[in-house]
């Protein structure tokens, strides 16, 4: 009953932080792990048990999602569900533990990106640009990598948006969040069929993540841009210098 109650904390936390800046999987995933999941099991069930806390922040950031003009949505989705399915897929036939050496590597690559692209004077980031196509192509492969594992892909995301040249968090985090729900809506539907979720604990944390990831859209929404952008690179910096730890 406790563990329960943990881990269906964990997930209403775990929503806010997807909804604010990205990396609830780093809470899910672990909680799952300690409550003596095996690891595919814990991928998976985590995967499922976010997904409608992604649904809910995609929701509520609606307004600023409509609001983008900069490159065509309805392409970027289209590549997220594709590589999200690739990546799942994957994962039922080959190990994960590549994937987990690269990941450090994978956060610090974002982690400085977007520091970078959003402190750092614009005449200094200007050459420093994705086209159009060339960020497409990124999404994919972030697609991709979201299916098969999912660790930081909000930070990655953010980071290619940031290439790109876009500085509005809110939208930021809004097409972040919709893509996300993409590239997971493929890989739940997978992970469900091949029956590797746990549902017990998998169901009540569905439950929480949806109304901690309405929540923290509205808390974000709330404060004021560049402390918001402040707390994204903060968390980044902290996930990136836990998953060297972890696998030192």
Same mark, same amino acid.
Not at 212 to 218: D, M, N, R
């Given at each position: ?18 909804a604010?800046a ?18 595919l ?5 985590? %995967? @499922?048990?976010?997904?409608? &806390?992604? *649904? +809910?922040? $995609?929701?509520a ?21 594709i590589?999200?399915l ?24 974002? %982690? @400085?990106?977007?520091?970078? &692209?959003? *402190? +750092?004077? $614009? ?16 999404q994919?492969?972030i697609?991709?990598?979201g299916?098969y ?80 952008k ?16 972890r696998?030192?």
């Amino acid at each position: 009953m406790l563990s329960q109650i943990l881990l269906t904390l964990a997930a209403f936390f775990a929503g806010m932080l997807n909804a604010v800046a990205g990396g609830g999987a780093f809470i899910a995933f672990p909680a799952l792990i300690f409550a003596g999941m095996p690891a595919l099991n814990a991928n998976a069930s985590s %995967t @499922v048990a976010l997904f409608p &806390g992604q *649904f +809910a922040s $995609a929701f509520a950031y609606r307004s600023d999602i409509r609001g983008i003009e900069e490159f065509s949505i309805t392409m970027f989705l289209v590549l997220s569900l594709i590589g999200g399915l690739l990546g799942a897929l994957l994962l039922l036939v080959t190990p994960a533990e590549i994937f987990k050496q690269l990941v450090p590597w994978l956060l610090l690559f974002a %982690t @400085v990106v977007f520091v970078v &692209g959003n *402190f +750092a004077p $614009a005449s200094e980031t200007k050459r420093f640009r994705l086209s159009r196509r060339a960020v497409l192509v990124v999404q994919f492969v972030i697609a991709c990598y979201g299916g098969y594992f999912g660790g930081g892909i909000g930070f990655l995301m953010l980071a290619a948006l940031t290439l790109f040249g876009m500085r509005d968090i809110h939208a930021m985090n809004g097409i972040k969040i919709l893509m996300g729900t993409m590239m997971n809506a493929t890989a739940v539907v997978t992970f469900i069929v091949a029956g590797i979720v746990y549902w017990p604990q998998t169901a009540s944390m569905a439950v929480a993540s949806f109304i901690g990831g309405y929540a923290g859209v509205v808390v974000a929404k709330r404060v004021n841009q560049k402390l918001l952008k402040g707390f994204v690179a903060l968390v980044a910096t902290a996930m990136t210098i836990y998953f060297f730890w972890r696998g030192a």
